[in-house]
């Protein structure tokens, strides 16, 4: 799929990783949600380190932009727009300021490069005649399944709802409009379901052609042990290495997580995506022409 001036998927080893760092997320310092404002200057200044890092790797980057209301739903996308040319994505826990967002892009002129972040197991009718009715031409499929984590459970989401909503999800994608799909799925704590995430990337590669995108740092922030057993560097070191398992695994994106972890992340993604165009180049797949493989 393109997004903007980004490409993301094929075959493995074929085009560089995205990465995906959010900004504006739940307890981000530079947020103050009761005057609904942000630190622009300090904003400004992450966005281009993630632009320094991804131009230094070859990788390309989007930006997840995350509302934590409806007002900074509208002033996040507007500033990342206005201060980069990179593809932005629409993401928050409330309903609400997604709504708002689709909106908002769709009338403001960059709808065609921004992707919505996600049709999941949740949606309902409102979400859907938004969605419909909005410009964008991009949307995150999450394979996120809160009864039953198992690979099948998931592809019954996406085939069929798997009970949860009366079609499938890649169903309510296409009619929604949608052809640029990204599948994540939703990447779960140990024990419920985490090595089914990674699994899952391959699967659904496989059977439905779709890029992909894995929120691969969910694993060491969601580990109890390591939390409490481990020091912040070394909480950091496993959080950014848990990138290299996504690639391995198939996953065409990464959601990194924090915009700061952008620089820590892109060498990874780099590194894996070099090992990747090695491991395939016997089988006659080459890489694109921008691709990490320069550095080597």
Same mark, same amino acid.
């Given at each position: 799929m393109d997004?903007?001036?980004?490409?993301?998927?094929?075959?493995?080893?074929?085009n560089p990783t995205a990465i995906i760092?959010?900004?504006?997320?739940?307890?981000?310092?530079?947020?103050?949600?009761?005057?609904?404002?942000?630190?622009?200057?300090?904003?400004?200044?992450?966005?281009?380190?993630?632009?320094?890092?991804?131009?230094?790797h070859i990788l390309p980057y989007l930006f997840q932009v995350v509302g934590l209301t409806p007002e900074l739903m509208i002033k996040g996308l507007d500033f990342v727009a206005d201060h980069t040319d990179a593809p932005i994505v629409i993401d928050s826990a409330d309903k609400e300021a997604r709504i708002v967002g689709l909106a908002h892009v769709s009338d403001s002129g960059y709808a065609d490069r921004t992707m919505y972040n996600a049709i999941n197991m949740m949606i309902d009718d409102e979400e859907i005649k938004n969605l419909t009715?909005?410009?964008?031409?991009?949307?995150?499929?999450?394979?996120?399944? +809160?009864?039953?984590?198992?690979?099948?459970?998931?592809?019954?989401?996406?085939?069929?709802?798997?009970?949860?909503?009366?079609?499938?999800?890649?169903?309510i994608a296409r009619e929604c409009g949608f052809d640029k799909i990204l599948y994540d799925p939703g990447v779960q704590p140990f024990g419920q379901g985490a090595g089914a995430?990674?699994?899952?990337l391959a699967a659904v590669k496989a059977i439905y052609g779709l890029p992909t995108g894995v929120g691969a740092h969910n694993i060491p922030s969601s580990w109890?042990?390591?939390?409490?057993?481990?020091?912040?560097?070394?909480?950091?070191?496993?959080?950014?290495?848990?990138?290299?398992?996504?690639?391995?695994?198939?996953a065409n994106s990464l959601f990194i997580g924090p915009i700061e972890n952008a620089k820590y992340a892109?060498?990874?993604?780099?590194?894996?995506?070099?090992?990747?165009?090695?491991?395939?180049?016997?089988?006659?797949?080459?890489?694109?022409?921008?691709?990490?493989? +320069?550095?080597?």
């Open positions: 997004i903007g001036r980004v490409k993301i998927g094929g075959q493995i080893g074929e760092p959010t900004i504006f997320y739940d307890g981000h310092r530079i947020v103050d949600t009761k005057r609904n404002t942000f630190d622009e200057e300090r904003a400004e200044e992450l966005i281009r380190e993630v632009e320094e890092a991804g131009d230094k009715r909005s410009r964008i031409e991009a949307v995150v499929i999450l394979g996120f399944n +809160m009864q039953d984590p198992s690979v099948k459970a998931r592809i019954d989401l996406l085939e069929n709802g798997g009970g949860f909503v009366e079609k499938g999800l890649l169903t995430s990674f699994r899952l109890a042990w390591l939390r409490k057993n481990a020091d912040r560097e070394t909480r950091r070191i496993t959080d950014i290495s848990a990138n290299a398992a996504g690639i391995l695994a198939g892109a060498p990874t993604a780099a590194m894996m995506d070099i090992l990747m165009a090695d491991s395939v180049a016997d089988l006659g797949i080459e890489h694109a022409e921008e691709h990490p493989s +320069m550095l080597a």
